[in-house]
């Protein structure tokens, strides 16, 4: 069983996405707002203190956490009792296997939660739901990097794609995946362990690559090899004070911007490949 070790930090509101997404980086796994404290938690084999103050010392922050190791205990768990199902713009669902059905939502998406990022519940994952109601995925082929638990593999399917290929860096989330394809019956879905090197070598009709805007921009020029002439490109998990960049590098790169939503201080764009 995981050893987590848990992080307090005094935070302003303001500063809570930013500070959130620098965590996401280093390796946090859950987050729980307590309005003026922000308490993150790592796997203990993760943590490391020196990393941590260098990052909060970017914002004058590097002598404000506290941190203790916590008792051994099933954390997934214990986050699943507080997992609440949400639905977005009235036309997907997301739900645990324990969470009551709803018949007249037009998509369902069953996640097994786990502490990880990609149960839906994050703004950025969100916000690439929305794009992607607007874009016929009617046997497209899709690429999801950073596909977490799969929901927006599983959502690709269920809105008509053929095949979908997800890629996560991170192996628990891949199995966690894996997992929940059993729940989605999403039977075009391949899932992968891996970066950059993991892409197929074939193009895809639709890109979605919602990771940390740092990450993204290492991927831009790889992504940029995938989508066909014509084929969109969905990036999220920025924060609006990094839209330009990301705008920039990805224009650069022969990308049209369709569109941009955003929600909180968090940003999703939509491009077409020239």
């Known amino acids: 069983m995981t050893q987590y070790i848990e992080v307090s930090i005094p935070l302003l509101e303001e500063r809570k996405d930013v500070i959130i997404a620098e965590l996401e980086q280093l390796g946090y796994e859950g987050f729980w707002d307590q309005g003026t404290m922000l308490v993150a938690y790592i796997p203990q084999s993760d943590f490391l203190h020196k990393r941590l103050y260098d990052t909060l010392g970017k914002y004058q922050m590097e002598n404000s956490f506290s941190y203790k190791p916590l008792e051994d205990r ?35 998406i069953i996640i097994q939660p786990q502490m990880s990022f990609g149960t839906g519940h994050h703004e950025t994952t969100q916000l690439v739901i929305q794009m992607m109601l ?78 940390t805007k740092n990450i993204n921009m290492t991927l831009l020029p790889h992504l940029a090899k995938h989508v066909s002439t014509g084929g969109y490109l969905v990036l999220a998990g920025f924060l609006n004070f990094d839209l330009k960049e990301v705008d920039s590098a990805t224009k650069s790169l022969d990308f049209e911007l369709i569109r941009n939503i955003s929600l909180g201080d968090w940003e999703s764009l939509m491009y077409k490949k020239l």
């Open 134 to 211: 607007t874009l016929d995925f009617t046997n497209k082929k899709v690429l999801d990097m950073g596909t977490g638990t799969g929901v927006l593999a599983f959502l690709a399917q269920k809105l008509g794609a053929g095949r979908t290929v997800g890629i996560d860096y991170d192996l628990n989330s891949v199995n966690n995946a894996e997992e929940n394809l059993k729940y989605n019956k999403s039977v075009d879905v391949s899932l992968l362990h891996g970066s950059a090197e993991a892409i197929p070598d074939e193009n895809f009709d639709i890109v979605l690559s919602n990771i």
């Open 74 to 108: 099933n954390w997934n768990e214990e986050w699943e009792k507080n997992y609440d199902p949400i639905i977005v713009d009235d036309r997907v669902y997301i739900r645990s296997p324990f969470h009551k059905e709803i018949e007249s939502i037009e998509h369902e």
